[in-house]
């Protein structure tokens, strides 16, 4: 490429459109792939109702139940990663330090919630802990949810 040893020739200005063209381009798809990368609206609502699910499944008491309902939480966490990958097209690094933390941050809180409702539901025989523990969790899934998603395509955006 000539033009790049004469920056003074009249085939600079077309590479330079070209340059342009190509990072606009370049920026279009990252804005498409940014759209592509985050969930779609009922895919955290979905995780929610999964979660608080088998949390409020356990104000039943029936431990055969609770075990049923755990493994169809799992299949039904695994679908809906599984069908989300399959719709984005490629596999992301979900867990990068910030994401990471979001998780566990997630992990945590449904864990102390239950744990907060096994207290009150089994130990201090308060009727309808599991219940409203699972009500909550809901909300708060698709909270942690999106938290994830503004983290992914801050991550995506800002990708050199």
Do not use: K
């Given at each position: 490429?000539?033009?790049?040893?004469?920056p003074g020739r009249a085939g600079a200005p077309t590479?330079?459109?070209?340059?342009?063209?190509?990072?606009?381009?370049?920026?279009?798809?990252?804005?498409?792939?940014?759209?592509?990368?985050?969930?779609?609206?009922?895919?955290?609502?979905?995780?929610?109702?999964?979660?608080?699910?088998?949390?409020?499944?356990a104000e039943i008491r029936s431990w055969a139940l609770?075990?049923?309902?755990?493994?169809?939480?799992?299949?039904?966490?695994?679908?809906?990663?599984?069908?989300?990958?399959?719709?984005?097209?490629?596999?992301?690094?979900?867990?990068?330090?910030?994401?990471?933390?979001v998780f566990a941050a997630h992990v945590l809180t449904?864990?102390?919630?239950?744990?907060?409702?096994?207290?009150?539901?089994?130990?201090?025989?308060?009727?309808?802990?599991?219940?409203?523990?699972?009500?909550?969790?809901?909300?708060?899934?698709?909270?942690?949810?999106?938290?994830?998603?503004?983290?992914?395509?801050?991550?995506?955006?800002?990708?050199?």
């Amino acid at each position: 490429m000539a033009s790049h040893e004469d920056p003074g020739r009249a085939g600079a200005p077309t590479e330079a459109g070209e340059a342009a063209s190509a990072l606009s381009a370049i920026g279009g798809s990252r804005a498409w792939l940014a759209g592509r990368v985050i969930a779609p609206t009922w895919y955290h609502p979905a995780f929610g109702l999964l979660a608080g699910g088998v949390i409020a499944e356990a104000e039943i008491r029936s431990w055969a139940l609770f075990a049923w309902s755990v493994a169809a939480y799992t299949a039904g966490c695994g679908a809906l990663m599984w069908w989300n990958q399959r719709r984005v097209g490629l596999t992301m690094n979900y867990f990068d330090a910030c994401t990471r933390g979001v998780f566990a941050a997630h992990v945590l809180t449904l864990g102390g919630l239950a744990v907060i409702a096994c207290w009150l539901g089994l130990d201090r025989g308060v009727h309808g802990a599991f219940l409203a523990v699972g009500v909550l969790a809901v909300p708060l899934t698709v909270v942690f949810g999106h938290w994830t998603d503004r983290l992914l395509l801050a991550r995506l955006q800002a990708a050199p």
